[in-house]
């Protein structure tokens, strides 16, 4: 029988307060691991394996333990490969377009647009037809080629490698990202480090805060082992206040929390410096088909 030691999983810190007391609140069948990129791609169907999900016994937030270690998730989500998503594009145009409309009505600046886990560069068409200037940031190498060809200035790789200045974009992106980061506040102040003062980050990630979540237990869909942190509107709010972001909407559906924030300018702050907008995803996790801004 394989050991856990074996897979390399190990238990894990919480990721928004570092907190280690935690509590089991659910397993599945046996201690589900990662085993390859086809399980982290977008179009997985790899319901019902999420192996042990823990609450923090400090801050409440719920998410998967023990797991892979971060080296390891990073390997698999550089080598994803996804043909069924290229299929669906069409339909995920439809959503990204609702997305966009929302954030252009929320968020009152325009300018470069960094979108955080752009895949196969869907948004980034979206948002390139409406007049944006984008640039894109995936760790897929295969998705990242993908975005590439329809003629995006992409970086293969995450934000700990971006080659782009400080400071340099009006907006981020991160469209139903967040709940697949080993580190998400980390991913939060990496991003902050390249939104300008006065900018906005636009997210959206699953809401755990739900009947449906709470009545569905184990069979909630999106359970799911790539899902490596369950937010709710309180904890993503407080992940964003650790990672320098001031909330400046947050809204949330039975399926998705939506948010925008920007990042306060320390003490001589006299107005917000940069704003996040968080948003919950919806009950298809990480799918953009069915995710939106509320
Ligand atoms: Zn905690």
New binding site residues.
Partial sequence: MTTRDELRLHDVP?P??G?SRVTPVMRDEGFHWISGPGLVACTSLDHGAFGQIVA?D??G?RFRSPREDDATILSLYADVEDEVYLENEPARVATFSRALSRLERHVPVRGPLLDVGCYTGVFLDVAARAGWPVTGLEPSRWAAQAASAKGHRVHTGTLDTAPFPRRSFAVATMWDALEHYADPVGELRRARDFVRDGGYLVLTTMNIDTLAVRMLRKRWPWYMRMHLTYFTPETVEAALGRAGWRMAMLTWSPGTISCSSSPPTGVEEAQPAARACVGSASPTGRSPSTSAIS
């Fill in positions: 919480c928004l307060c907190g923090c400090q801050c937030l």
